[in-house]
């Protein structure tokens, strides 16, 4: 694989997917047993927006840096916010230079007795998620492949996590069909764990497919939410980002159909953007 989220770190897409991912470990928080975070595609878990591959994009410009002047904000976007700042303290307070990725949130939320299973198979990116997290002994960190290392991990001993799937969709919309597998042998072996699933939106077309899939998969409870910042009509760019979640916790869609206008109102880069909170299942 040649993708490289260094140069979209911290984009339109990390803030929905990062957001969303706060608010599902602060919903996991809410009882006192342990759980486990399971990371399929974890990536090098921080990124330097002052490095070579930030710069070259500037996606960050018209994602997370809108936000730091933004006020009355949604609670899981109000942390996550703080969570970047608190990376970047030594800056500016409108200036950033560090953004971490989704093992680096899921690790300054978790508690002492929860634990975090890091899938990365790109050698460099694991050996800086190695370094990153050593002398935590909450993390796991596994340079393999994060489909096949479900069939491992799940059940996880604690009985209760997530599991984020976000891949970097270089096999484009076939990249559903591994999904669709991969959900599907999880579902056997853990069905009531919560799986949140990142995708882009460049044609709809390729997204009726596994919605169709969704409808038929099994689970009883599948939440989609939605961000578009052009018309989803062009294979030639991300027009938008979505995030699905299999066994969503109880009243999660009210946190979307919070979060999800405010991204609109500060994401939008003309009179298109729109948003969208859906139960593909269930509710």
């Known amino acids: 694989m040649n993708y490289r989220h ?33 990371d399929t595609h974890a990536g090098s ?15 960050h410009a018209d994602g ?19 969570l970047v700042r608190a990376l970047n303290a030594h800056r500016p307070a409108h200036d950033l230079s560090v953004y971490p990725g989704s093992p680096l949130i899921a690790s300054l939320l978790m508690r002492e007795n929860d634990r975090a299973q890091l899938c990365e198979l790109q050698p460099d990116e694991c050996a800086r998620l ?37 891949p970097p969709f ?14 599907a042998a999880a579902r056997t072996r853990w069905p009531n764990g919560v799986y949140a699933i990142w995708y882009p939106i460049k044609l709809r077309q390729h997204l009726q497919p596994f919605y169709r899939w ?12 939605e961000l578009l910042l052009h018309p989803d009509n062009s294979a030639l760019r991300l027009n ?12 999660f869609d009210q946190q979307l159909e919070e979060l999800l206008p405010v ?8 009179r298109f953007g729109q948003h969208g909170v859906e139960w593909i299942v269930g509710e």
């Open 6 to 38: 260094a140069y979209h770190a911290g984009n339109f897409a990390d803030v929905l997917k990062h957001s969303v991912l706060v608010g599902l470990i602060e919903a996991l928080k809410q009882k006192a047993t342990p759980f486990c975070y399971i």
């Open 170 to 183: 270089e096999a484009q919309d076939s990249e559903f069909r591994v999904i669709e597998a991969a959900l």
């Open 214 to 225: 969704l409808k038929t998969s099994g689970f009883t409870k599948v939440l989609a939410a």
């Open 64 to 82: 997370v840096l809108r936000l730091l002047e933004a006020t009355r904000l949604p609670a899981a976007l109000h942390v996550y916010l703080n």
């Open 130 to 166: 190695r370094e990153l997290f050593r002398g935590d002994a909450r993390v796991a960190v596994h340079e393999r492949d994060g489909y096949a290392a479900l069939k491992a991990m799940l059940p996880p001993k604690e009985k209760r996590g997530l599991v984020l799937i976000d």
């Open 240 to 251: 938008g980002t979505g995030m699905v979640v299999v066994n969503a916790p109880w009243k």
């Open 263 to 270: 991204l609109t109102q500060h994401m939008a880069q003309g």
């Open 45 to 59: 878990g921080r990124y330097d927006l002052r490095g070579e591959e930030a710069l070259k994009t500037g996606e």
